[in-house]
Each structure stands twice: as structure tokens, then as C-alpha cells.
């Protein structure tokens, strides 16, 4: 298990070397001129430019800055904000707890409600029921979530007068305030994720109750509920695991949106606001830091493997 580890691990730092070329790159292939972006204003002379590209290092070869931007990373600097000229990593961290938050509690609601419906699915194949929560989770999986987060906001203010608190408290410093600011995107957002994931689980649950092991269960009296959870339920699980860790990429994509839907000072609003902006080493830091948190969540989902099914071993 440790020399798997190591060896993933190792793997991971690779992806995310090509992750960081590939994003430097393309970065400072976006039409426009930095020294516009800085000094926003489209008449400056040569001579601010030059002065503008030797402050940021600009004035040197390609590789140069690759290799200097590379040395920062490995001490922890990600840059300054061309615009704020603000710490990258200060405007970061104090937007990752929200985004995480969030993503935690979509994921959180797309579990509690699609393992149920896949296992409800499949013990009650060809049914009404299974006709009913097959044709629900289809339609799920049509409803984009940035609609939904608008019709979340829409519809409650024209009906009741409510509309989720804007900004963002801190969970620990007021829990209710803080869920009533999130519990709506986290629902948006981890719709089309439960769809998804009630879909894989039916599929496998369905594969795996014709298993001889499971007729064997049944045939010693054991009771419909003792088969499904301990025998069955387990074993289907590895294919909704590993749609989970493929999704994820999907739910941080979904954040950038609905934070800005539901006015959340997110790293979502963060990546917009880089963007449009044209703010190069933010859009830099921000891909990294989420393409590291999804290298990490899917190093944790291969070695769930091992604890799901106890006969995978990893050598």
C-alpha cells in the first residue's frame, strides 16, 4: 500500500507539472497587452510598457519566467494580482473555505439522495417506482444548475418574499445563517451530480443482486433489508466511487457560477472576476489549486478501493 502511495503520489506531482505548463501557456496566448490590463487605460506610451513587463518579469524569455514562476510555487508564491497587486494566495485562501463548504455540502446532499434512489431503483426494477425515480433523475440530469440556482432565487421572492441572506458568515460563527446562506446553490449544484450518481448505483446494484453470493444470502433466510445493505450495497459501490471523483470537476465548475448567481465571495467569484479581467497569475493559481484538491479527491477515491471491497490490494 505505502509503495502505491508513493508511486500515485509522485504521478500526482507530474499531472500537476503539466497541468501548471499548460495553463502558463495559455495564459499569455488571450488576446490582450498587460500593461493595458494594468494601467486600465488603452493610451499608454512604450515606455510605461517597458517599465510595466521588467516589473513583472515579462521582458525575459518564456522558459525564463516558466522556471521562475515554477521557484515561486515551490515557496509557496504564487504571484501578485496584476490588478489588486495583492498576495494571490491571500486572495485565495480566505475565499477557499466557502468553496469548499459548498462543495462539501453538494456532495453531502447528492449522496444522501442518490444512494437511496439507486437502491430503491433496482430492488424495485420494472416497477412504478423504478419507472417513476428513473424518469426524476433524467430530468435532473436536464436541469442545468445554473437555472436552477436562478429559479431558487426567483421563485421563493415571488411567492413568500424570501430570498437567501447575500454574503457569507462563517459556519462556526453563526450555523444557521451560514447553512440559509448555502443549503440553496448546494442543492442547485448537487442535482445533476445525485442524478448521475442514483443512475451508476442502480446499474451496479443491479448487477451485482444477481450475484451468486446474494441468492446464497437470500436461500439461508436472511431478510430483504440484511441482503441489500451488507451484501449487495457494498460491492456496488466502487462504480459510484469512481463516478464520484470523475464529477468533482464537474462541481468546482459548477461553483464558479452559482457563487456569482447567489453573490457568494467565493474562489467561483474569484476565477469570474480573474477572467474578465484578464488577470493572468490569479487564473494561474486558482486552476492549480483546484486541479490539486481534484488530484488529491481522486487519489482518496482509488485508495477507498481497498476499504469498499477488501479483496482489491494494492502492491
Not at 29 to 46: E, K, N, R, S, Y
Not at 155 to 177: E, T
Not at 183 to 202: C, E, M, N, Q, W
Not at 266 to 282: F, I, M
Amino acid at each position: 500500500m505505502t509503495q502505491y502511495i508513493v508511486k500515485r503520489l509522485l504521478f500526482s506531482f507530474v499531472v500537476l507539472f503539466a497541468i501548471s505548463l499548460i495553463v502558463f501557456t495559455a495564459v499569455r496566448v488571450i488576446p490582450g497587452d498587460v500593461c493595458h490590463i494594468v494601467l486600465a487605460t488603452p493610451d499608454v506610451d512604450q515606455g510605461q510598457c517597458n517599465a510595466i513587463n521588467h516589473e513583472l518579469g515579462l521582458d525575459q524569455p518564456a522558459p525564463t519566467q516558466y522556471v521562475r514562476y515554477i521557484g515561486g510555487l515551490l515557496r509557496g508564491d504564487f504571484g501578485s494580482s496584476l490588478i489588486t497587486k495583492r498576495d494571490v494566495w491571500a486572495e485565495m485562501k480566505d475565499r477557499v473555505p466557502l468553496t469548499l463548504e459548498l462543495t462539501l455540502l453538494s456532495t453531502l446532499f447528492a449522496l444522501i439522495v442518490a444512494i437511496p434512489i439507486g437502491v430503491i431503483s433496482a430492488v424495485k426494477q420494472d416497477s412504478v417506482t423504478d419507472y417513476g425515480l428513473r424518469f426524476l433523475t433524467i430530468g435532473w440530469l436536464s436541469i442545468p444548475s445554473f437555472w436552477l440556482g436562478t429559479m431558487f432565487i426567483v421563485f421563493p421572492a415571488k411567492w413568500w418574499n424570501y430570498s437567501p441572506p447575500i454574503g457569507y458568515v462563517d459556519f462556526w460563527d453563526d450555523p444557521l445563517k451560514n447553512l440559509e446562506q448555502l443549503y440553496l446553490p448546494a442543492i442547485a449544484l448537487g442535482i445533476a451530480l445525485s442524478a448521475s450518481l442514483a443512475r451508476v448505483t442502480r446499474s451496479s446494484m443491479l448487477e451485482v443482486l444477481r450475484q451468486d453470493y446474494v441468492r446464497t444470502a437470500r436461500a439461508k433466510g436472511l431478510g430483504s433489508r440484511v441482503v441489500v445493505t451488507r451484501h449487495a450495497l457494498r460491492n456496488a459501490l466502487i462504480p459510484v466511487a469512481t463516478l464520484f471523483g470523475l464529477q468533482v470537476g464537474v462541481l468546482f465548475g459548477g461553483t464558479v457560477v452559482l457563487e456569482s448567481i447567489f453573490t457568494l465571495p467565493g474562489l467561483g467569484g474569484l476565477t469570474l472576476s480573474a477572467v474578465r479581467n484578464k488577470d493572468y497569475t490569479e487564473v494561474q493559481g486558482i486552476v492549480l489549486m483546484f486541479s490539486t484538491a481534484l488530484v488529491a479527491l481522486n487519489l482518496l477515491v482509488d485508495l477507498s478501493y481497498a476499504w469498499i471491497d477488501p479483496r482489491i490490494r494494492y502492491a
